[in-house]
């Protein structure tokens, strides 16, 4: 009986251990909470979303990402481009005694298609436009501007308002004309203090059937 409860508690030993060795799975967070905030998440491993404004050159370098100051260290150059939404999951360490916090990716992917979007409504972004910060969303609504394309940066630009608080740029022609109800697929961004909190930045526009 003492011989077969001291396996148990060795057993149960060798699992705590385990345990312990094993890292803290990565916590879900907003781009813009880490913008805000980012001390706050010292110490931890953190998964966020983003679009790529300019990669690393060399194996050490940094990535950046649209709409954030963030320097993110690769430790090997990852396989993306500028313009990929991307997910990355990124240990934040404290830097000497500066209490800078510097970000070192252990994993950066290109999010591939619309299939992940996040389908949600427009009173859900508007009740909490900061949340889906980053975010590939799926949305659908009636077209209740009449859409008109523009050159900008040499290329064709249009707006789509399927309601108020949320302006969506489309890029292209429109296919969809007011009074359409469509499904936008997008990339949302959040800015606190701009006139319309919450951008999104549309991939594509499918006008849903009669």
Do not use: Q
């Not at 011989?3 to 149960?12: D, H, K, T």
């Not at 009449?146 to 630009?157: C, H, Q, S, T, W």
């Not at 004309?177 to 936008?184: E, F, L, P, T």
């Not at 701009?194 to 009669?210: C, G, K, M, Q, Y």
């Amino acid at each position: 009986m003492r011989l077969v409860l001291a396996l148990i508690l060795a057993a149960a030993a060798t699992l705590a251990v385990r345990a312990a060795d094993e890292p803290a799975p990565a916590a879900k967070v907003a781009l813009a909470d880490l913008n805000d905030a980012p001390e706050k998440f010292a110490g931890r491993t953190v998964e966020f979303e983003g679009v790529v404004e300019e990669t690393p050159r060399r194996n050490g370098g940094v990535l950046r990402l649209e709409r954030s100051a963030l320097a993110i260290v690769c430790e090997e150059k990852p396989e993306v481009v500028a313009g990929d939404r991307v997910r990355v999951v990124a240990a934040c360490e404290l830097v000497g005694k500066s209490m800078k916090v510097r970000f070192v990716a252990t994993l950066v992917e290109r999010v591939v298609g619309n299939e992940s979007a996040l389908f949600v409504t427009l009173d859900e972004l508007r009740a909490e436009p900061k949340k889906f910060d980053g975010k590939l969303l799926l949305v659908e609504g009636v077209v209740r501007n009449v859409p008109e394309a523009v050159a900008f940066g040499g290329e064709m630009r249009y707006t789509v308002r399927l309601g108020a608080g949320v302006a969506i740029t489309c890029h292209g022609r429109p296919l969809a004309a007011r009074g359409d109800r469509v499904r936008v697929y997008g990339t949302a961004a959040f800015a606190e203090n701009a006139l319309t909190p919450l951008t999104l930045d549309a991939n594509a526009v499918e006008i849903v059937p009669r």
